[in-house]
């Protein structure tokens, strides 16, 4: 009789050791779980700070020449050009952490949308527009180009009417920089540079925001 005690109680005992063992380690993988989604979680918020900055930037570049300007071209002809540039869509700044796929439905979706129009005079006017256009904002740069239209063009910022060619591209990436750091919301002056299909040299214009 006492030998069978023994025995039952040797089975208990490797019975609730078994249970132990197995309860730690569901233990210790729940614990090991919830500190991978933890990081997990860190690390999609770290991403979403980052992809929101960017996009952030790309709004605030692409509000800032959000307007119409107008200027005459610097050719034999004098060209009266006008351009009128948006945003595709608004975005409103928030304190609130967006979730990754909200703010890559932004990304995707922001873009710069311009309508030009140039004449020399009104009977022989003409107009193009461009969707889509995706900026280089380190440098302040925006192409303009469709494919029906016969005129390619690329902008540069500036801050002055008729700035010295040499000076335009580090101007355009100084602007652009204030833009991005806040001190200016409006870029008074563009720069234009036009290629033709219809002419071997490309040509320029300074243009002037129009101011209603």
């Not at 307007?67 to 009128?84: A, D, N, P």
């Amino acid at each position: 009789m006492l030998k069978i005690l023994v025995i039952l109680t040797s089975i208990v005992i490797v019975a609730c050791a078994e249970r132990d063992g197995d309860s730690r380690l569901k233990e210790r993988a729940q614990i090991e779980e919830a500190e991978r989604a933890n990081v997990d979680k860190k690390v999609r918020e770290e991403r979403a700070k980052e992809m929101e900055a960017d996009l952030l930037n790309r709004y605030r570049f692409i509000k800032a020449i959000s307007h119409e300007y107008e200027g005459i071209t610097q050719t034999t002809s004098k060209f009266k050009l006008r351009i009128g540039m948006l945003p595709t869509i608004n975005i409103v700044e928030t304190n609130r952490v967006r979730t990754l796929e909200e703010i890559a439905s932004d990304l995707a979706s922001l873009f710069l949308n311009a309508q030009i129009v140039m004449a020399v005079t009104p009977e022989s006017a003409f107009g193009c527009t461009f969707i889509n256009i995706k900026p280089d904002i380190p440098n302040g740069i925006a192409d303009l180009i469709a494919e029906e239209c016969p005129i390619r063009l690329t902008i540069r910022l500036s801050d002055k009417q008729n700035p010295k060619p040499a000076d335009i591209p580090s101007m355009s990436s100084m602007l652009s920089s204030k833009i991005l750091r806040k001190e200016i919301d409006t870029v008074n002056y563009i720069n234009v540079k036009v290629q033709s299909i219809n002419l071997p040299e490309p040509y320029s214009a300074n243009l002037k925001l129009k101011v209603n």
